[in-house]
């Protein structure tokens, strides 16, 4: 252990020497920007499963309940801004040749925290798409609409965001995929680890032999399985991460 003591002197050894790092984020990086989790003590939604909510057959049997449930958080992330965690990570995209960030969030956080180089696999909630014929509507003031508006097409506008059962963007799979498998230190934060393909990522990783480190308040799914498990708040946790690496790139 360093004199930090959070961190191993493996682990950062590994950091300094990186030429590639992957990073997938979850729910828990924007928990302390007041954005609630999906699972937990802590999620909001402990009342409604997101398998109950996030499916198409939720959104085609109560279209007005799935779209308050979204109009509900869109009206969070207005008031929202991303926290130490999102800007450590872009501290972080600057220290390596390669920088991969995966995220299973739909909030856009990173990208207003600066980070350049985003892969979404769950989509983004900014944007509507017609669940029948897949027009995509990127204007925002829909968003205000109390029942899902329709499109040209009759069909009904829902958020351009990946519900169980159905396939994540292609490219942005390909991409994750290609990165856990080619990375040299993969970071697991804030997420549960049960979706997939998302917890595959990291296990992918592990396949390939990078050194896999986990970010979490509790142990999760994977904590067994990875390199290094690292209990705290991201917000805390990862900017002590970014001043142990000192300035510089690798
Ligand atoms: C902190 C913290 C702090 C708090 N600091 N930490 C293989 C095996 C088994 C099942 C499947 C499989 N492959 C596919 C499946 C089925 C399914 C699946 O995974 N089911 C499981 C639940 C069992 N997957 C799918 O259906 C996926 N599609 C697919 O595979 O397509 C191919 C296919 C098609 C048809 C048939 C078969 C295959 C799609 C998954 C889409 C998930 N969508 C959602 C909703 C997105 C839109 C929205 O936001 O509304 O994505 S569900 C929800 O869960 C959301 C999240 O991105 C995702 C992951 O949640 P996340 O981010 O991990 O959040 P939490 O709340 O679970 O965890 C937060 C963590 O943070 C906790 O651990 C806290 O401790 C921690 N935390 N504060 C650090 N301050
Ligand atoms: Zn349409």
Not at 17 to 45: C, D, H, N, Q, Y
Not at 99 to 126: C, K, M, P, Y
Request: hydrophobic share 40%; with cysteine.
């Amino acid at each position: 252990m360093t004199e930090n003591s959070l961190f191993s002197n493996e682990f950062l050894r590994k950091m300094k020497s990186a030429k590639s790092v992957a990073v997938l984020t979850g729910a828990g990086i924007s928990a302390e920007s007041g954005v609630p989790t999906f699972r937990g003590e802590e999620g909001l939604w402990k009342k409604f499963k997101p398998e109950e909510l996030a499916t198409v057959d939720a959104f085609l049997s109560n279209p007005k309940l799935v779209w308050e449930w979204y109009r509900h958080r869109r009206q969070i992330l207005k008031e929202v801004k991303p926290n130490a965690g999102h800007l450590a990570l872009r501290d972080l995209e600057e220290k390596f040749e390669k920088f991969t960030l995966i995220t299973q969030n739909i909030d856009g956080l990173h990208q207003r925290a600066g980070s350049r180089r985003v892969v979404e696999l769950h989509g983004n909630i900014r944007r509507n798409r017609c669940q029948n014929c897949g027009r995509i509507y990127q204007d925002v003031s829909l968003e205000e609409r109390e029942k899902p508006p329709t499109c040209t097409c009759h069909g009904l506008l829902r958020p351009d965001v990946v519900w169980f059962g159905e396939s994540l963007p292609p490219e942005a799979i390909d991409q994750a995929f290609y990165a856990a498998a080619h990375c040299d230190v993969f970071l697991s934060v804030g997420t549960s680890a049960v979706v997939y393909p998302a917890a595959y990522l990291p296990l992918i990783a592990l396949q390939y032999l990078a050194y896999v480190v986990e970010f979490n308040i509790e142990p999760t799914a994977i904590s067994h399985q990875v390199s290094e498990f690292i209990q705290g708040k991201t917000g805390q946790v990862l900017p002590q991460l970014v001043k142990m690496m000192g300035p510089g790139t690798s």
